[in-house]
């Protein structure tokens, strides 16, 4: 999910980091690697890296360094909608289907699962997905794709333009919102409530393990339509599903229009919203798409 007000809209600031969790072992053979990565501004988020079978077999290969990925292979760093996190089954679900075309990248934006701060619903959490994207090329990954679902899918459409230096492969954005403060449908006005309301937050907390900052946002950020054209040459995919109960059809056309001859727009028969409404055929069909446009 992905709505209006909360926090702050992101600034240029200092790199992240990664700082590794207690039981973060590295990386042998094709074991997953769990960490924590800490923002630009300082929020600790919870980052889980799934090499499948792109790390070689150190029994293989005479390479002193087989335990890391060719800098060739591509790696696939996933941003979830609203309440998820890394460990959500659908979540988990993503990432297994996306590891049959290259390593993934998947984590918990701040305010969600065991990752610091509070939920700015779609604002700094572009400075979350810029530390995954920083640990995926620490990982030895040169190609990276990103891909997001609703509220995930408004952040990698404004992280692709506002951190061109991170030179984002493919963009994929699935469910996502053209626009801000959307109240159009049932599901969206009830996101409202938990969002902008006391009690909705509370909500928010205990309901669906999910922090919710109080601010209002204060500038409002660039919008997802209006970054879109600024992510141009790089590759964009829009995924939409005829039965989405969030946002209607005009939302993915304008990012489609928006994005031109670099922006193409997938209108799925009989798919409702995000990670649960997309099948394993529709993830596999992503990921091959994504392999084409990152070259």
Known sequence: MSSGPAGHVARSTPRSTVR?????????GSARLRTYLHTSDGVRIEAVYDPAAV??????????D??????????????????????????????????RHGAVVTFSFR???????????????????AAAVDWARALG???????GFSMGGSVVLRHAALHREQEIAAVVSV?????????????MRRLHWLVTRPAGRLVGR??????????????VPLSPVEAVPRITPTPLLVVHGDRDGYFPLDHPRMLAAAAGEHGELWLEPDMGHAENAADDALLDRIGDWALGAAG
Do not use: M, Q
């Open 66 to 99: 087989a335990s890391r990925p060719s800098a060739d292979h591509p790696v696939f760093v996933i941003a979830h909608g609203f309440t998820g996190d890394v460990d959500r089954p659908h979540v988990r679900r993503v990432a297994r289907a996306l590891a």
């Open 175 to 187: 469910s996502a919102p053209a626009r801000w403060y959307y109240r159009g449908t049932a599901p």
């Open 55 to 64: 790390v070689y077999d150190l029994a293989r290969s005479p390479s002193p």
């Open 141 to 147: 990954h040169t190609r990276v794709i990103t891909v």
């Open 111 to 129: 305010g969600h699962g065991a990752s610091g701060g509070h939920s700015t619903v779609g604002d700094r959490e572009v400075l979350d997905l």
């Open 206 to 219: 205990y309901g669906f393990r999910t922090r919710i900052h109080h601010r209002d946002w204060d500038p």
């Open 20 to 28: 590794p969790h207690s039981e973060t072992a590295g990386l042998i």
